[in-house]
């Protein structure tokens, strides 16, 4: 079987995309799998460079928009490529945190209360102080932490509000919850082993994500009744947002033991400093096993 993986791109997530691209490529069985990697660098490669390598399975490790949001895998699926993760739908739902969060919401899932801007026109003070600072201003569409600001005073909302509009459409400003923060793997509606995460920075922004030393993430062992919780609210909102394959669902735990969903990654990052890699070692499970299983969970995929 020919795969390709699938990375690069066009968002703001490029360098992670290409960062778990070739630690795929590094670990994946070779002696199982033909393997090429296929690098986008703009929208039509998605059709002119699968055409030409002519694979059979398209392996996903890109992020962000025009990759993480449903339009790849309309594309390969419409092309009769099959491909790994989330099919369109999940993956444009859990891309858009303000329609992540009304599903969640709808489903009477707890999550942060928030205000969504489509221009920054529509930026109230009013509101944001109903929230109470701080809160974190983010891109509504955006991921791995680029141009998410924590914000402490209202002087300094506009700046972090023109700086999310200058990657993205819409702008999320998030209420801040105080807590520690962990991470569910799903694969297949299997909770894999929970991480915790501990950023030596003020919040998981992009360093503490991508560079060595950046957080401490170990496996954790919760209280028997917190640990049931979570893995109901994960499973919960694995299936409310019609995830499919795997996903990772992230949390934030208050010292209160309440749990609240942050956001839903429909494909993960793959590096080696990456959390879904690091919760498979908790099953003994390889890098390679991995790869292995998400692409024999694809492959049985209805589509």
Known sequence: MKIGIIMGGISSEREIS??????????????KYDVVKIIIDEKEDIITKVKKE?????????????????????????????????GPLSSAACMDKDMTKSLLKAEGIRT???????SIEELDYKKIEE?????????????????????????EVLKAVEEGFKVDTEVMIEEFIKGEEITC?????KVYPILAIEPTSEFFDFESKYKDGGAKEYIVQLDEE???????????????LKCSVYARVDFIVTKEKVPYIL?????????????FPKSALGLNMSYSDLVDKIIEESLNEKR
């Open 18 to 31: 290409i960062k778990s691209g070739e630690s795929i490529f590094k670990n994946i069985n070779k002696e």
């Open 131 to 155: 929230l109470g600072y701080p809160v974190f201003i983010k891109p509504t569409h955006g991921g791995s932490s680029v141009a998410t600001y924590f914000i402490k005073r209202k002087e």
């Open 226 to 240: 917190l640990k049931n919780e979570v893995e109901d609210m994960a499973l919960r909102t694995y299936k409310a």
């Open 112 to 118: 942060a209360k928030w205000i969504n801007l489509k």
């Open 185 to 189: 793997p799903i694969i297949k509606d």
């Open 54 to 86: 002519n694979i059979d399975f398209a392996l996903l490790a890109l992020h962000g928009q025009f990759g993480e949001d449903g339009t790849v895998q309309a594309v390969l699926q419409a092309m009769g490529i099959k491909y790994s993760g989330c």
């Open 263 to 275: 956001e839903v990654n429909t494909l993960p990052g793959m590096t080696e400093n990456s959390l």
